[in-house]
């Protein structure tokens, strides 16, 4: 996998998980979703990095995945992160092709429950995401631009 040439790294910024959903009141977002998009001819790769700061507070930075996914030609997929808790702060990193032109990998975060549902996402019957662990392509935060060769940025 080579992202050397072309690789942007955008972040969410810290959040916090709340405690529970805002519909339901008693389930928290269990599920961090990260939906990627490849509008592209070219299998593209995105690196996907999802940190955790446990309460209490302060507390020391801890990995939850650390992944590389490839995405072929005109595709979607997800990476999923799970093991945080209730007031846990998460920081999402995507390192990749990411906002070039209109063929970059678009991004997007979103917190949900899926207590009680098994198998995949398609599964996740409830539906029911928290909107103050959603965060659009847009939203996402440039931290750096590693392309040497694009002097605009």
Known sequence: MDMRRRTV???TGPFMVPGSLPTDGLR??????IALKNPSSRVRFVRIV???????FPSREQNLIDVVQPLPPESC?????????????LNVFIMGDLDRDEDSVLVSVVGRNTAGTTGSPAAFA???HE???FFRHEDLVRINDDDKDDEED
Request: aromatic share 8%; net charge negative.
């Open 50 to 56: 999802v940190d955790r700061c446990p309460i209490p």
């Open 126 to 128: 409830d539906d029911r």
């Open 9 to 11: 790294t955008k972040t």
């Open 77 to 89: 997929d997800f990476v999923t992160a799970t093991g945080y808790a209730p007031g846990d702060i």
């Open 28 to 33: 928290f977002p269990d599920t961090l979703l």
């Open 131 to 133: 909107p103050t662990m």
